[in-house]
């Protein structure tokens, strides 16, 4: 395996928990605190600006920890490979813990804020390709 994708690996794989174990942390408040006070709607829409900033912040220093070049591509696949790791994790708990098919789990979403995530989704996906853009050639 080439030196470039182990480090594409890495990053991606850094880039996945730093977010995954923010949200795991914020997700925990959120349902706990927030849910019964707001409901599920609000306490989503509340919660993603803040995990957009995590995201933001998780991306640049992933990038830099790993020294991932400025290569679109590499940053790109960095943000895919976290992308791929942070749906298989969603999986797992939609599956195993929470007991639901992918399907009821689907349904369960509410459309606004289901719609708002799906959007950060996209985001973290393209974060590594847009933290330090003005650099990309």
Known sequence: MSQVLVRILKAGALYFGVVFGAGFVLGT????????????RTAELIEAPVMLGVTILAARWAVRRRAVPPVALQRLGMGLIGLGLLLVAELVVVLLVRGLTVGE?????????????????????????????????
């Open 29 to 40: 408040i959120r349902v706990i605190w927030v849910v019964p006070r707001l409901g599920e």
């Open 105 to 137: 789990y689907l349904a369960s979403r509410d459309i606004v804020s289901g719609t708002a995530y799906l959007a950060l989704l996209v985001v973290f996906a393209v974060m590594p390709l847009l933290v330090g853009r003005r650099r990309l050639s």
